[in-house]
């Protein structure tokens, strides 16, 4: 059974910075995406930050980029998001997510953990 679970969120003033982190298992097939998403109060959930797991190529919403970095620990099946300068908009709930298909880009992603709070005080 394929387990995803998030730890690193919290609360921090404006200009701060938190790092995510994704424990996985139970994979049968290794998936090629690995992504975070973002959901705040009344809003979509936004795909801000993926990974192509097999070449390591990442991507950023344009809110987040030159801010958030994500990028693996394959040694420890993680996938951490690196947040900085954090603002209040970036307050959320944060979610992460794997897929097998190869379409990094996508929402509806097959697996997803449980979700970690981030709230950005002014």
């Known amino acids: 059974q394929v387990q995803l679970v998030e730890s690193g969120g919290g609360s921090v003033q404006a200009g701060g910075s938190l790092r995510l982190s994704c424990l996985t298992s139970g994979y049968t097939i290794t998936p090629k995406c690995m992504a975070w998403f973002r959901q705040a109060p009344g809003k979509e959930r936004e795909n801000v930050a993926y990974?192509?797991?097999?070449?390591?190529?990442?991507r950023y919403a344009d809110s987040v980029k030159g801010r958030f970095t994500i990028f693996q620990d394959n040694t420890k099946n993680t996938v951490l998001l690196q947040m900085n300068s954090l603002k209040p908009e970036d307050s959320g709930m944060f979610y992460c997510a794997a897929d097998r298909s190869d379409f990094c880009a996508r929402r509806d992603y097959a697996y997803w953990g449980q979700g970690t709070q981030v709230t950005v005080g002014e």
């Open positions: 990974i192509k797991t097999g070449r390591g190529d990442t």
